[in-house]
């Protein structure tokens, strides 16, 4: 199995800053995409931004120029450095990742973190 981590998520201002942090552990062979999505209430989840093992990065257009996805391959985690937030950026964030786990053989599946609240304040 497989765990994904999140931290980081908090109250800020609007136009202030915050970097999340998601780490997995487990019985992990390699990880390919890492990403993070967001959720607002009584909206549907939505891709923030991708990151390739390779290092190939994605983004939302609307967040495009103020935040900021790396990863560490050999600590199996991924940052999401947030800048210039606003406050209909407001929810909760989740970390995902495509894994491919050892055991009888190796098994890639979708793994999701728990989520970290992000709030911010107009």
């Known amino acids: 199995q497989v765990q994904l981590v999140e931290s980081g998520g908090g109250l800020v201002q609007a136009g202030g800053s915050l970097r999340l942090s998601c780490a997995a552990s487990?019985?992990?062979?390699?990880?390919?995409?890492m990403d993070w999505y967001r959720q607002a209430p009584g909206k549907q989840r939505e891709l923030v931004a991708g990151?390739?093992?390779?290092?190939?990065?994605n983004y939302a257009d609307s967040v495009k120029g103020r935040f900021t996805i790396s990863r560490d391959n050999a600590k199996n985690t991924v940052n999401l450095q947030m800048n210039s937030l606003k406050p209909e950026e407001t929810a909760v964030y989740y970390c995902?990742?495509?894994?491919?786990?050892?055991?009888?053989?190796?098994?890639?599946?979708?793994?999701w973190g728990q989520g970290t609240q992000v709030t911010v304040s107009s």
């Open positions: 487990g019985s992990i062979f390699s990880i390919n995409d």
């Open positions: 990151i390739t093992p390779g290092g190939t990065t």
């Open positions: 995902h990742a495509y894994v491919f786990t050892t055991g009888m053989a190796i098994r890639g599946d979708n793994y």
